[in-house]
């Protein structure tokens, strides 16, 4: 054989070794590619999944948020509208005249008399427009007096320095107990629940 051959054998098997290893190379890089697509497409699906999964979790935030602020904003107003029922009622308690406070007022101070039984003195606080009124109904009870105004909507405070009791029997308190008791009550009413 010459050389030549010998050559042109060499150049042949390395030509063909060359082409073998280029053909390995590009279907590897075909695995490769494919795999980084796969790769990619799970990675964009997993991402997907995240994106939709923060945006439902996200919208039940703020659903959730809405119907609290909604909860709160109906709380609010029917708070609103049991305090101007309230001061409705107060004001209507406040206007209460005549003989009808007077008989009020003195059956007020019955009650709360009963607790000053054995003291020599008691003092009777009640509404500054009332003075008139308290003088007049306090004349009946012996060792009773007429004290200093108190803010309230009518009726009486009784209190004596010997036995260190004091009776509130105003009006407030008294709507104050019936409020408490019947607030219930009174917001089904209202709000028709």
């Known amino acids: 054989m010459s050389l030549d051959t010998v050559v042109e054998d060499i150049r042949d098997e390395a030509r063909a070794r060359a082409e073998e290893i280029r053909a390995e190379g590009e279907e590897r890089a075909e695995e490769i590619v494919s795999e980084a697509e796969q790769e990619a497409d799970d990675i964009r699906a997993e991402a997907e999944r995240e994106v939709e999964k923060t945006v439902d979790q ?35 308690i406040a206007d209460i005249s005549g003989d009808e406070r007077e008989e009020l007022t003195r059956s007020l101070l019955d009650a709360a008399a009963e ?20 003088e007049s109904v306090v004349a009946d009870y ?37 409020w408490d008791d019947n607030l219930r009550e009174i917001s089904a009413r209202l709000f028709e629940e």
């Open 115 to 134: 607790e000053f039984e054995d003291a020599e003195t008691a003092r009777v606080h009640g509404r500054e427009d009332d003075q008139e009124l308290l």
């Open 142 to 178: 012996d060792g009773f007096e007429v004290g200093d105004p108190v803010d309230c909507l009518g009726g009486v405070v009784v209190e004596s320095d010997e036995s260190r009791v004091r009776v509130d029997n105003t009006f407030d308190s008294a709507l104050e107990d019936v």
């Open 58 to 92: 996200e919208r039940e935030q703020k659903l959730s948020s809405a119907k609290l602020e909604a909860k709160q904003e109906r709380l609010e107003a029917r708070r609103e509208v049991l305090e101007e029922v309230r001061n409705d009622v107060e004001a209507q």
